[in-house]
């Protein structure tokens, strides 16, 4: 079995600021770092939900007017659930940029990768970990217990009560357009 853990972000790599394309730098570095390759591989693991259940929340804080409904925003939602199951949720970009592999493809709670990567370099065997989010999914912020290499989950504040929400909106009130998350 190969872990590979990755280290780098993808816009570090492509030198793209918040490069929303497949990591496939990202996940190149990690290989290369394991000195290893894509059909050495158990599981691929992606930090996001499946599209489908990205899209129902969407739809619900729509509905409970927990988000901004708009013509704009109902587009956004859509259009980025459309192309994540086409893609498969990234398992199709995955094989046509690696092959076809054996490992098992699924995905992982959003704030739950960010907790386990915060916790894992940390040092620490027994820490609190914070995940502050923009959007993760339907997560802003998450608040995990660090103790004996396992991480407890003790509470989630959900999207979109978000600080990086709110800053995105707020900016994009005071002018600075094209900094709205609009959704995404």
């Not at 939602?77 to 098992?104: D, E, I, L, N, P």
Request: glycine residues 8%; aromatic residues 16%.
């Amino acid at each position: 079995m190969v872990n590979c853990f990755s280290r780098f972000a993808e816009e570090r790599l492509s030198r793209l600021k918040h490069d929303a394309g497949f990591p496939h730098l990202a996940i190149s570095a990690c290989l290369d770092f394991a000195k290893s390759t894509p059909d050495r591989l158990d599981e691929v693991c992606f930090g996001w939900p499946a599209p489908g259940p990205l899209f129902r929340h969407d739809l619900k804080c729509f509905a409970t007017r927990r988000m901004p409904f708009s013509y704009l925003n109902l587009l956004n939602s859509a259009r980025y659930f459309a192309s994540m199951w086409h893609q498969g949720g990234g398992a199709k970009c995955f094989t046509q940029r690696f092959g076809t592999v054996k490992a098992r493809m699924r995905f992982v709670d959003h704030h739950l990768a960010h907790a386990v990567s915060a916790y894992a370099y940390s040092g620490y065997s027994d820490a609190a970990v914070v995940v502050m989010d923009g959007r993760g999914a339907w997560e802003a912020t998450s608040i995990w217990r660090g103790r004996d290499g396992r991480l407890e989950h003790m509470l989630t504040i959900p999207f979109p009560d978000s600080v990086g929400y709110f800053y995105s909106e707020f900016t994009e009130f005071l002018g600075f357009h094209g900094t709205a998350m609009n959704g995404k």
